[in-house]
């Protein structure tokens, strides 16, 4: 079993599957850049004998993970021609299955559904004991042949034993992860899907299906033991998509583990459902941060990608999570197909009023919106685009492409408005909201100057005159960081 790209939780439940379901595992874990350590001898040695090898790509960085995995596939090809190779994920998922055609690919299927279920079925029909045609979602890119997709069931406890398993020394996150505060932080694959069925969102017809509350607990508390790390990633896309289950949570919570705290996704409209004392009880069950699915301050454009809660509910849900020591971290999208600079300036507008609540605990994300298959709105926006591409080495090419602004890609929206949508998402707003901490005088003096800049450019909405942008690429030459330092 080998991870493609991340910290690898979505891997891990599906090698538990494989576990459970009576095979032996090696895992290993190995960037392909080699750039820490090669290892590239050991892998070779640990596949000696295995009857198939797993890729498994753990989220949403299509370009960074493909490249991994083909050049995975292709090293184990050059050493052992024979050996089936498998890739997975929640890209694979979404690709339609013709892009996944192709001859003289390394890999030899893909499993286009989560892996849990169908990962020990497709290896019962490696060994004859079924039939692949039996195994939902298998594509075999050689054959150009592919299987409907199969339903999932739930997300079963037995699909963290891996987590009980393995060394999981090396993917504790010294700086802290999701919380930026220098404290060990582990991530947990406890969920998977959203059912929210937003319009514009990858995630959309992902069946969800959540671990447990006392089982999540019961593997938070073991692992609280084992390791001592006290800060707990929840990688859960729709955390409070049950009401009861948070609560239940931090009920065990308080009980077994007081001492840690954690953070998930939430839907702000999920938000809404609980009370002021329920609340208290989350924060008292750890609860430390959140991601919520913000996305806008136009209530057009949230209508049309179906959220369905107000601009002032989020300002409403920050003031009460702020109070109770909670930090929120609002998603926005910008670029939606439809959207005007008006929407635009009512998202500005938006940030700017939760930014300025509490300026050291309110944290955000900003994206651009991407097409992609089988996501209502992504559907609508790949007819616009000519030549989308249609295999992977098209995608690969076009992927780095998506984010410059002097290359036309967002295809729905007018040139000039995709021009600022991408450097408003890249660099202005990164800017206005950075955390970024330089270690001279100098430099310190410089990135207060850009901040300063970035939002009076985030005020006025004027977005002209780029001078403030080239000095930080000149002269910071830094990752901009709005999201995870403390």
Not at 4 to 13: D, K, L, T, Y
Not at 245 to 253: F, N, V
Not at 316 to 321: A, D, H, I, P, Y
Not at 357 to 374: C, I, N
Request: aromatic share 10%.
């Amino acid at each position: 079993m080998l991870e493609a790209q991340g910290v690898p939780f979505r891997a891990v439940s599906v090698a538990s599957a494989l576990f459970e379901a009576g095979w032996e595992i090696v895992w290993f874990d190995q960037e392909p850049d080699r750039d820490r350590t090669d290892r590239t001898e050991e892998l070779r040695r640990a596949l000696q004998g295995a009857r198939a090898a797993f890729l498994w790509m753990n989220e949403l960085t299509p370009a960074v993970q493909t490249e991994n995995a083909l050049l995975l596939a292709s090293r184990i090809k050059t050493w052992n021609p024979s050996l089936p190779v498998v890739a997975g994920g929640p890209f694979v998922q979404l690709c339609p299955p013709e892009i996944l055609f192709g001859e003289g690919l390394p890999i030899d299927f893909f499993l286009r559904d989560h892996g849990e279920e169908t990962a020990p079925r497709f290896l019962e029909a490696l060994e004859g004991r079924a039939g692949f045609a039996d195994v939902p979602g298998l594509v075999e890119p050689a054959e150009r042949r592919a299987n409907p997709k199969g339903r999932n069931g739930r997300f079963l406890a037995e699909w963290t034993t891996l987590y009980r398993l393995l060394d999981l020394s090396p993917y504790l996150q010294s700086n802290g992860g999701i919380f930026g505060n220098g404290e060990p932080t582990l991530a947990l694959g406890t969920g998977r899907g959203c059912a929210k069925r937003c319009s514009f969102c990858y995630w959309t017809g992902f069946e969800p299906s959540l671990l447990p509350a006392a089982d999540l607990v019961d593997l938070v508390a073991f692992l609280r033991r084992e390791y001592g790390v006290r800060q707990f990633h929840l990688a859960e896309l729709d955390g409070f998509a049950s009401r009861r289950r948070p609560l239940d949570l931090a009920r065990g919570w308080k009980d077994r583990v007081p001492d840690s705290i954690w953070f998930t996704l939430v839907s702000p409209v999920d938000c809404g459902r609980y009370t002021e004392e329920e609340w208290d009880l989350l924060a008292e069950g750890g609860c430390r941060k959140l991601e919520l699915g913000t996305e806008s301050g136009s209530e057009k454009v949230l209508r049309a990608i179906g959220k369905r809660h107000a601009a002032e509910d989020v300002v409403r849900l920050t003031k009460t999570l702020l109070a109770r020591g909670i930090s929120p971290m609002h998603n926005f999208v910008f670029g939606t197909v439809g959207e005007t600079d008006d929407d635009r300036r009512a998202s500005l507008r938006l940030i700017l009023r939760l930014h300025d609540l509490d300026p050291s605990r309110v944290f955000f994300t900003f994206r651009f919106f991407q097409a992609a298959w089988g996501v209502p709105m992504g559907d609508a926006a790949i007819e616009t685009v000519p030549d989308f591409p249609r295999t992977l080495d098209a995608l690969l090419s076009w992927r780095p492409l998506y984010g410059d602004p002097s290359i036309r890609s967002l295809h729905w929206l007018r040139p000039r408005e995709e021009r600022r949508v991408k450097r408003i998402v890249s660099y202005d707003l990164p800017m206005f909201a950075s955390r970024m901490r330089p270690k001279n005088a100098a430099t310190r003096a410089l990135h207060r100057a850009l901040r300063g800049l970035a939002r009076a450019r985030v005020e006025r909405g004027f977005f002209g005159f780029p001078l403030d942008r080239w000095l930080y690429r000149i002269v910071l030459r830094r990752g901009l960081d709005c999201t995870y330092t403390a």
